[in-house]
């Protein structure tokens, strides 16, 4: 069983210029940008680079999911802050498909088993 531990949302929370988001794939995907963190450097690079960055008999996993506008800000009477983040809908609910899981903090605080 898991600690009773908070994670805080202030943890995760920093400033990301808008124009340092990439709203579109590269024409050349291994074109994009790689960071490496190796024993406390950083290195950039590029994305068709990957494999001088692995050591030998790594195993790659993929993850094709996709990001969705899903963080939803509420301020309550009180001066509560609210934030819910809708992760996937509940498919296995056809009549419920306006349902949603989510993961919801108060003040910036989130239990770790919500």
Known sequence: MLP???IS?????????????????????DQSKL???R????VHDQFQNLVT?????????????????ARLRFKKDTGATIE?????RWH???????????LASVNGNVPLAT
Not at 9 to 29: C, E, G, K, S
Not at 39 to 42: K, L, W
Not at 92 to 102: A, V
């Open 35 to 37: 960071l490496v963190y």
């Open 9 to 29: 949302i202030q943890d995760y929370t920093y400033v990301l210029p808008d124009d340092r988001i990439a709203r579109f794939p590269l024409p050349q995907r």
């Open 84 to 88: 819910i983040f809708l992760l996937h």
């Open 53 to 69: 960055h692995l050591p030998p008999h790594s195993t790659l996993f993929f993850n094709n999911t996709r990001v969705i506008p």
């Open 92 to 102: 296995h609910q056809p009549l419920c498909s306006r349902l949603w899981k989510q």
């Open 39 to 42: 024993h406390g450097n950083i």
């Open 4 to 6: 009773n531990k908070v």
